[in-house]
């Protein structure tokens, strides 16, 4: 998610990534650290609306 030019494609693809690893049966780790990526991405590709439900869930403890 840091680094170079990045474009909007990039960012959904992480998301659909954070839900592959949510779709299977996941550690709390792996919950929190997918959960809080795709709201990352979401956020990197200016989707506010959807990272500002994602991030928070995560503070009150939901996690997707």
Known sequence: LNGGQRS???YLRV????DNVLSYEPTD????KAT?????????AESYSE???I??????????
Not at 29 to 32: A, L, P, R
């Open 8 to 10: 909007a494609d990039d």
């Open 15 to 18: 998301i659909q990534y954070c």
């Open 29 to 32: 780790e792996q919950i929190s």
């Open 36 to 44: 809080f990526y795709k709201g990352l991405a979401y956020m990197k």
């Open 51 to 53: 990272a500002i439900e």
């Open 55 to 64: 991030f928070e869930g995560l503070s009150e403890g939901r996690m997707e």
